[in-house]
């Protein structure tokens, strides 16, 4: 059974930093892609970065790049979030996601990934 537990999350001031973690059990983590996706109240949700694999490639919504950067470490089956310059904006649940089949480099599309964690919430405040 694949599970994903993700930590972090919490309520910070804008201009703050944060930094989300998803740790995932039942899978050999370092064949698949993974993503961090998040969704506002009332909003669908949207992707905001994926990483490969191997790590060596990754991907950014518009809205985050320059100010989050997404990492792994396959040795703890543990994928990072790492976010600066937090706006009020960026408030949401944070999910992260394990993609369906692997070596498929990075993925946008939510429909790509199987298995999701519960998610963590972050709030900015203004």
């Known amino acids: 059974q694949v599970q994903l537990v993700e930590f972090g999350g919490g309520l910070v001031q804008a201009g703050g930093s944060l930094r989300l973690s998803c740790t995932v059990s039942g899978r050999t983590l370092s064949i698949y892609g993974m993503a961090w996706f998040r969704q506002a109240l009332g909003k669908e949700r949207e992707f905001e970065a994926a990483?490969?694999?191997?790590?060596?490639?990754?991907d950014y919504a518009d809205s985050v790049k320059g100010r989050f950067t997404i990492s792994r470490d396959n040795a703890k089956n543990t994928v990072y979030l790492q976010m600066n310059s937090l706006k009020p904006e960026d408030t949401a649940v944070y999910y992260c996601?394990?993609?369906?089949?692997?070596?498929?480099?990075?993925?946008?599309?939510?429909?790509?990934?199987?298995?999701w964690g519960q998610g963590t919430q972050v709030t900015v405040s203004s």
């Open positions: 996601a394990v993609q369906s089949k692997p070596f498929r480099g990075v993925r946008r599309d939510p429909v790509e990934y199987e298995y």
């Open positions: 990483i490969s694999a191997s790590g060596g490639s990754t």
